[in-house]
């Protein structure tokens, strides 16, 4: 398997008989292309500092870790992968042993590990190897001194950004209560940069206390309850937010925080909820977004007309395709994503352009069929099919740097701009 997890959802059949069209939705499915959940490890890690992953799994999985996040170069990496070995495969109380062994190891060598992720791959799930038992065991083991979690970064289970899903959702049993304080809870990982950038807004329109899910550090876990509101700051989190509501918080719907339009309807929504005037919501986010006006203005001349399809990868399509049209200019070809979460997105579909061709799941050969037909000037895909599609002329952007550059907030929406005009000016300079 290369790095690029490729996994055969279904086959057979005519795969136009699978589709059906569901308001403006089609629903497709075949072989899809996608990094499975191992993926979201790579800015988890960095996020919170205190953690570490633990990715139970074979060569490949290990392969994809270290490719992915290129930790050769560490000393001290925060994340590894325990290789199932044949005998591991034959028997699965040895492998349980072996695995306390290698966990017993790890916590004596790195005293520095506040939180223990085990973390399922395929070859574990296929043993049938029971992480969340082993971590109840662990965690018996080493209690009042590391937080030990499993969950599944399987690309059986998981596309991609889901392991983010998947990592914060087993978390948030481990939450302490809040029992009603009203506070503001901002799910999703963010770049510290811009964790500061919002906090300061939230600040300045009198929004307070602001918790982040994940903190920075695994130790310091933000309060949930019934006086919590959520704020998703990442469209992926179906399971989080639903886990989150379970423990009686509040999820205040709305656009995500990616351009100025979202980034502003984001911030009015916590507003909303903590009866602050939109006049005061202006005034504070006036300076932020004339600075946002200027940085865009040159991208916007350059990404004006231009046409563009996403392929179905990392959740964030609609959103960004949202903020590429109606700031950019851009014109939409085809929207593909993993899966509509209409919980999730209700309000960015209402800002999609009605006549939108938008495709739910993947019939891989069938979109790249529509994308040669359609050539658009730019296609948004996983790194597995960039190099192929730019060999045939097409102009490409890895959907993984969307989830590894800081794009959320007034500040960065020049920067996401900057990821599309990018390949395209390449593209024009080596035309000439
Ligand atoms: Fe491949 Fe599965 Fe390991 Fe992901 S978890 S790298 S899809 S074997």
């Given at each position: ?56 799994g074979s060569?490949t ?61 395929c ?68 770049a ?145 994503v ?39 000037d ?8 960039a ?12 959907s ?10 007034f ?22």
């Amino acid at each position: 398997m290369s790095t690029a997890a490729v996994r055969q959802m279904s086959q057979g059949g005519d795969p136009a008989a699978t589709c059906s069209v569901d308001h403006q939705v089609q629903h497709e499915s075949g072989q899809r292309q996608a990094f499975c959940g191992l993926a979201g490890i790579v800015w988890l890690h960095r996020k919170i500092q205190d953690s570490f992953f633990l990715v139970v799994g074979s060569r490949t999985c290990a392969h994809l870790l270290q490719s992915a996040a290129g930790v050769m170069i560490f000393a001290e990496p925060r994340f590894a992968t325990a290789v199932l070995q044949d005998r591991d495969l034959a028997g699965l109380a040895d492998c349980n042993d072996e695995l306390d062994r290698v966990v017993n190891e790890l916590l004596e060598r790195r005293p520095d590990i506040g939180t223990l992720f085990l973390v399922a791959s395929c070859p574990s799930e296929v043993i049938k190897l029971d992480l969340h038992k082993a971590a109840e065991r662990l965690a018996a083991a080493h209690a009042g001194k590391k937080r030990i979690i499993a969950y599944s970064g399987s690309g059986l289970d998981t596309t991609f950004t889901q392991g983010e899903d998947t990592c914060l959702s087993a978390l948030v049993p481990e939450l302490p209560a809040n029992d009603g304080e009203r506070a503001l809870l901002v799910a999703g990982t963010l770049a510290d940069v811009v964790e500061d950038q919002l906090s300061r807004l939230f600040e300045r329109l009198g929004i307070s206390p602001v918790y982040f899910l994940p903190p920075r550090r695994a130790a310091a876990l933000p309060p949930v309850g019934p006086g919590t509101k959520v704020l998703a700051a990442q469209p992926f989190l179906g399971e989080t937010i639903t886990a989150l509501t379970e423990r009686g918080a509040e999820l205040l719907s709305g656009l995500y925080p990616l351009g100025i339009e979202g980034t502003r309807a984001w911030l009015g929504a916590a507003a909303d909820a903590w009866r602050i005037s939109q006049q005061t919501v202006d005034e504070v986010c006036a300076a932020p977004i004339a600075r946002a006006e200027r940085g865009l203005a040159r991208y916007k001349e350059q990404l004006q007309g231009k046409r563009i399809s996403f392929l179905p990868d990392s959740m964030l399509e609609i959103p960004i395709g949202r903020f590429l049209q109606r700031e950019c200019g851009m014109d939409l070809v085809e929207v593909g994503v993993p899966y509509v979460d209409r919980r999730m997105l209700s309000a960015e579909l209402e800002l999609m352009p009605p006549r939108l061709r938008l495709t739910e799941g993947q019939d891989l050969d069938r979109q790249l069929d529509r994308l040669r037909a359609d050539r658009p000037d730019i296609t948004v895909c996983g790194l597995g099919l960039a190099n192929p599609l730019e060999a045939e002329g097409l102009t490409t952007k890895w959907s993984i740097e969307l989830v590894f550059t800081p794009i959320h907030g007034f500040d960065q929406a020049a920067d996401l701009a900057e990821l599309f005009a990018r390949p395209l000016n390449r593209r024009q300079r080596l035309a000439f």
